[in-house]
């Protein structure tokens, strides 16, 4: 069985620092991996997607992450962060199996990312 | 523009009456997805469906019944057999079988029991 591990529940940061939002998984085959989005009130918005090829995958607007096979993460990062980046932000994981049987996603209990002036 | 259509976005309602979100997809897409979301344990799979017709229960099934008679509409009803139904509840959809599994999510309905 698959599971996801955000390994913090809040992070506080000041307006333009850097964040690392970490994620970690476990899986006993290849896997897809997501990060979402989600504004107070609203439904689940996808950032960003690592399926194949490059393992560095970015988003329109500014975030990245890589996936790290052999330490099974896929951390999200932002190199300077803004008030509007105030959010919780999930990531979730499926497997890739032959056949596409990979029909839900497994999503950790996610980060709350606090922007402050 | 395609995407999923969540309603009520509030809803409120009295102890032991049963109440239906209803989830209406324009994606075309074969899975649809019923999650719950209350404060600090993020989302709870309650039913998932692959195809029109036929559904399977997620981790938190008791309580809640879904139907999926169409390809575009999965409606959820929470009935009085729910404990504590108060929560944030989302529908979503994905391409299903021989997809990557990305989910595609409703803007979510707000359910609190007076």
């Known amino acids: 069985a698959q599971s996801v591990t955000q390994l913090d529940s809040q992070v506080p940061v000041f307006e333009e620092a850097p964040v690392e939002l970490r994620c970690n998984y476990s899986?006993?085959?290849?896997?897809?991996l997501f990060w979402y989005v989600q504004y107070p009130n609203q439904g689940l918005q996808l950032l960003l997607k690592?399926?194949?090829?490059?393992?560095l995958v970015k988003s329109i607007n500014g975030f990245e992450a890589e996936f790290n096979k052999s330490q099974t993460s896929f951390h999200l990062r932002k190199p300077s962060v803004h008030i509007s980046d105030t959010a919780e932000y999930f990531c979730a994981v499926s497997d890739v199996r032959s056949g596409g049987s990979n029909y839900k996603l497994t999503f950790g209990k996610g980060t709350l990312l606090t922007v402050n002036p | 523009d395609g995407g999923i259509t969540q309603s009520p976005k509030y809803l409120f309602r009295k102890e032991g009456q049963n109440v239906t979100l209803s989830c209406e997809q324009n994606l075309n897409h074969d899975a649809m997805y019923w999650y719950r979301q209350d404060p600090g344990q993020g989302l709870r799979l309650i039913y998932y469906?692959?195809?029109?017709?036929?559904?399977q229960k997620g981790d938190i099934a008791e309580g809640y019944s879904v139907s999926r008679e169409k390809k575009e509409s999965f409606p959820l009803t929470v009935t009085s057999a729910q404990k504590n139904p108060t929560a944030f509840y989302l529908c979503?959809?994905?391409?299903?079988?021989?997809?990557?599994?990305?989910?595609?999510f409703g803007e979510g309905s707000r359910l609190t029991v007076l």
């Open positions: 899986s006993s085959v290849s896997v897809y």
């Open positions: 979503a959809s994905s391409t299903g079988l021989g997809g990557t599994g990305e989910l595609f």
């Open positions: 690592y399926l194949s090829g490059s393992t």
């Open positions: 469906s692959q195809i029109v017709n036929d559904f």
